[in-house]
């Protein structure tokens, strides 16, 4: 009984090592190296962002925004952060005029992937949460829940000094007062803006 228990135990361990060793290369990862040329500091503005509910196609609609933040250079993430970010003139349907107020700042921009032939990272923003107020009407903005930030999905381009942002997983919470069936609780919403940077940035990796 002695020697099959512990025959047991032994042909276990040897599993247990071939499994590791079986996964190791699939849950291996790589850290990539990014340089950003000049990094530092940056401004960007963007015109006419929107905020779009996907499930009732509400969009609020800003005359501009303006964002601020720290490019780095090395290994990982993030390459870059966003310490500051408005909003100006935003207006929904009926004309209704909001506010809109960032948390939990900074946010983070990650970069993914690098394609050197256009010269377009792709990457994403985390962190991202947000309250609008506006008309009686309030909600707070974040990611799969109330207390989970978002993380939006964009590209740079070093051609035009732009960062797209689109997509993620923004969705409304804590909506109260008038909004009129406009914006409801665990609707998701998409974030579309294109921000140019004041002065060039250069993203690459090799």
Not at 52 to 58: K, Q, Y
Request: charged fraction near 5%; hydrophobic fraction near 40%.
């Amino acid at each position: 009984m002695r020697n099959t228990v512990k025959g047991a135990l032994v042909a276990a361990a040897a599993l247990s090592a071939a499994a590791g060793l079986a996964l190791a290369p699939a849950t291996a990862t790589t850290t990539a190296t990014w340089t950003a040329s000049p990094g530092g500091a940056w401004t960007a503005k963007a015109a006419s962002p929107k905020l779009t509910d996907t499930r009732t196609g509400t969009k609020l609609t800003c005359s501009s925004s303006s964002a601020a933040g720290v490019l780095s250079s090395g290994n990982g993430l993030p390459i870059s952060t966003i310490s500051s970010v408005s909003w100006a003139s935003c207006t929904g349907p009926l004309g209704i005029t909001f506010a809109v107020t960032p948390q939990n700042l900074p946010w983070g921009i990650n970069a993914l992937t690098y394609n050197s032939a256009t010269g377009v990272t792709t990457g994403t923003v985390t962190g991202v949460k947000a309250h609008i107020s506006g008309a009686g009407c309030t909600a707070d903005f974040a990611g799969p829940t109330s207390t989970t930030p978002a993380t939006l999905t964009g590209t740079y381009s070093n051609s035009t000094n732009t960062l797209t942002i689109s997509g993620g997983d923004l969705h409304a919470y804590n909506v109260s007062g008038s909004c009129l069936g406009l914006l409801n609780n665990g609707d998701a919403a998409t974030y579309n803006a294109a921000y140019v940077l004041s002065a060039p940035q250069a993203i690459t990796s090799p």
